[in-house]
């Protein structure tokens, strides 16, 4: 059952721009996930916001929540080619395991 | 740091043949979770556990079983391995039931499965 739903799918910027993705949702939940996944690899946890939270920070990594309009945006600033990688964001909506989108696919060009 | 481990990076098994893919937490984590990866469909859920010896279905547990005689192990079972099962399988942990910070999940590396 997909419950968050990224857009764009794909995104290409070039090095030092900001990248801005977006994950909308259907029910409401209690926290919302971003996880990265480099090529061929695992995913690996980025940030959590709980659904009190309208912002959070970490380093590059800008989160917001709008549980109003069931959506939260990941901006990553001042991108690095090393940041090229798919993103993810996950839903947790009570006692059941997280539900994951499909994904936007951001590619930075040095 | 949380370490889960997935004993193949590539696999390449014939239809019929009967696979298992394992993983492995050293973090005493309660939770486990194994997932498909196809282009296009993201991450889809197979199975979970809560619990040694405990097991419930995903979104798409059929062809699949599973079992947990550990805490730290999970293991998937393809019992007749079919080309549809090409695809990426990942391994994921957590600590905690309940949502709440605890409930981000660790994941492995992936195991790249092809059936031919």
């Known amino acids: 059952s997909q419950q968050g739903e990224e857009d764009p799918q794909a995104l290409s910027i070039q090095e030092g721009e900001n990248a801005t993705m977006n994950c909308s949702y259907k029910?409401?939940?209690?926290?919302l996930q971003w996880y990265r996944q480099n090529s061929g690899r695992g995913l690996v946890h980025l940030i959590l916001?709980?659904?009190?939270?309208r912002e959070k920070h970490s380093g590059r990594l800008r989160v917001t929540l709008d549980t109003s309009k069931k959506s939260s945006s990941l901006l990553i600033t001042a991108s690095r080619a090393a940041d090229t990688a798919s993103y993810f964001c996950?839903?947790?909506?009570?006692?059941?395991?997280?539900?994951f989108g499909k994904g936007t696919r951001l590619s930075v060009i040095a | 740091d949380v370490k889960v481990t997935q004993s193949s990076r590539y696999l390449v098994k014939r239809t019929g043949e009967k696979v298992f893919l394992e993983c492995v937490q050293d973090?005493?984590?309660?939770?486990m979770f194994w997932y498909r990866q196809d282009p296009g469909l993201g991450l889809r859920l197979i199975y979970f556990?809560?619990?040694?010896?405990?097991?419930e279905k995903g979104d798409i547990p059929e062809g699949y079983s599973v079992s947990r005689e550990k805490k730290e192990r999970f293991s998937l079972i393809l019992e007749s391995a079919s080309t549809n099962q090409t695809s990426m399988y990942l391994c994921?942990?957590?600590?905690?039931?309940?949502?709440?910070?605890?409930?981000?999940?660790?994941f492995g590396p992936g195991t790249r499965l092809t059936v031919l």
């Open positions: 994921a942990s957590s600590l905690r039931r309940t949502s709440g910070r605890d409930n981000e999940q660790f």
């Open positions: 029910t409401s939940i209690n926290n």
């Open positions: 916001i709980r659904s009190n939270e």
């Open positions: 996950a839903t947790d909506s009570g006692n059941t395991p997280l539900v």
């Open positions: 973090m005493d984590h309660e939770n």
């Open positions: 556990s809560y619990d040694v010896k405990m097991k």
